[in-house]
């Protein structure tokens, strides 16, 4: 009876103590992540800030702000989803405040924008002192995640010491038999120590390797993304004074070195933000028609710069629930693949339709097609298939992950149809917004020199 007993005693014991570490270390985990978030958010709004008061207003700026307002509010509400124990933690009713002061602040300044920045000058140090408050706040909740940490895992051996205390007591009156309870025991808390500890060593590489990711978003963001944007500032103000020679072409050239190096910064955020929380997504309820002739208008410019010509064939219409700026971004990903990789003077059609509940979107190229082998491979990160006009034109190849990732957020999947020597058709299918009417399926026809095999595929 009594070794039956020592047994159920050490059963329950070791599975409070294991029950205990795996809550600690997924609370830890989350806070951590959740505050670390928090702080990259109000980076990126006082990024934002900064290039208003640098560079003016622009209609980009205006958008990349509005974003950046959204990150924030969702961060302060996941905030808020924490359960917090200690009252001298900030709350998600602070940081709340505290963004609120700053947009009646601001507020009237960004309305202003249109006409003139002068009034955002005006209150552009105050503004940043509002922001510096937030981030102080975020780091006292990142601090106290830490704190959080440290106490769990003391917790965790306190609970350890008592389990083997109550086992040695339980087999110390069974006398022979107990010592070899005793001894097994013995071993088996052993054990547990080692994982305990292997389990805690991967815990603290684990939060190293999420504080090393912020401390390089941030980096990204106060290193990068502002020296730039002033580089280029600057190029196009030089261009603005007209001048002549090798000037302007020395001017030229940083101002499209200076894009291409801002959008390749601007993916890596996106993908690492991803990672961390998901892809920043605004949706909201689109039609279908407005957004895919806003993708066209933009698209035949595209496909021009590369030596081809652009056709439509955009017949859905319907709404969607989506965030307008990310779908678009994901379309135009596979336009500017299917220009990079078209022959001079081929044709890029972009082409839409309705099947059952989804909106298909295809965009289709008379390029040399994709072989079966690497069609499961374009769509990895930094992965470049040959075939481009030139080596700069294959891009960073993070275009077409960027788009998947966007698209598999929305709850939608694309699919890629190719043979070598016949062109490559990709197809976005999106989920059309509940309560819509069913419509038929039609086919979406290739364009020329695209295999009519493929068309029903």
């Keep these: 009876m ?12 070791g599975r409070t103590v294991r029950q205990t570490t795996e809550v600690a270390l997924r609370n830890d985990l989350t806070l951590k992540d959740d505050a670390d978030d928090l702080r990259i958010a109000i980076l990126e709004i006082r990024h934002d800030h900064r290039n208003l008061a640098s560079n003016g207003f622009s209609t980009k700026s205006f ?38 002061e700053y947009t009646a602040l601001v507020g009237p300044a960004l309305a202003a924008g249109g006409r003139s920045s002068a009034e955002f000058q005006t209150v552009d140090e105050a503004g940043l002192r509002i922001l510096e408050r937030l981030t102080a706040l975020a780091d006292q909740i990142d601090h ?59 815990s603290g590489r684990l939060g190293l390797a999420l504080g090393a990711k912020t401390d390089v978003i941030a980096m990204a963001s106060h290193e990068l993304r502002t020296p730039l944007t002033l580089v280029r500032g600057y190029a196009e103000t030089g261009l603005a004074m007209e001048p002549d020679g090798p000037i302007r072409e020395i001017l030229e050239d940083i101002v499209a070195e200076s ?34 002739n806003a993708v066209a208008a933009r698209t035949r410019v595209l496909v021009g710069q590369c030596g ?56 289709a190229d008379q390029g040399s097609g994709i072989p079966a082998e690497e069609q499961g491979r374009i769509f990895e990160r930094f992965y470049r298939a040959a075939g481009a006009n030139d080596e700069r034109q294959s891009g960073a190849g993070l275009g077409l992950s960027i788009a998947s990732t966007i698209v598999q957020a929305h709850g939608g999947r694309i699919e890629v149809h190719s043979r070598v020597g016949h062109g ?19 086919v979406i026809a290739p364009p020329h020199g ?8």
């Design 2 to 13: 009594a070794i039956a007993i020592a047994g159920i005693v050490g059963l329950a014991v």
């Design 63 to 100: 958008t990349e702000l509005r974003q950046s307002h959204a990150d924030l509010l969702e961060e302060i509400r996941q905030v808020d989803a924490i359960p917090i124990a200690d009252r001298s933690v900030p709350r998600a009713d602070e940081l709340r405040l505290l963004y609120e």
């Design 144 to 202: 106290y995640a830490e704190a959080e940490a440290d106490i769990a895992i003391a917790r965790i051996g306190t609970a350890s010491e008592n389990a083997e205390l109550v086992q040695v007591l339980a087999l110390g009156s069974l006398v022979l038999i107990g010592v070899a309870l005793a001894y097994a025991a013995t071993r088996v808390l052993a054990k547990f120590r080692r994982l305990y500890e292997a389990e805690r060593l991967a």
């Design 259 to 292: 894009a291409w190096m801002t959008r390749l910064v601007e993916d890596l955020l996106f993908l690492a933000r991803s990672d961390a929380a998901g892809p920043p997504l605004a949706t909201e309820p689109v039609p279908v028609a407005t957004l895919l």
């Design 308 to 363: 081809g010509s652009f056709a439509t064939s955009l017949n859905a219409s319907g709404m969607l629930t989506a965030d307008p700026a990310r779908i678009e971004q994901a379309i135009l990903a596979l336009i500017d693949n299917a220009a990079k990789f078209s022959p001079p003077g081929g044709v890029v059609r972009l082409s839409s339709t309705m099947r059952m509940q989804e909106l298909v979107v295809e965009v």
């Design 424 to 442: 490559t058709r990709m197809r976005i299918y999106l989920p059309l917004a509940a309560g819509l009417p069913v419509h038929s399926a039609a």
């Design 450 to 457: 695209i295999g009519a095999e493929l068309a029903t595929a």
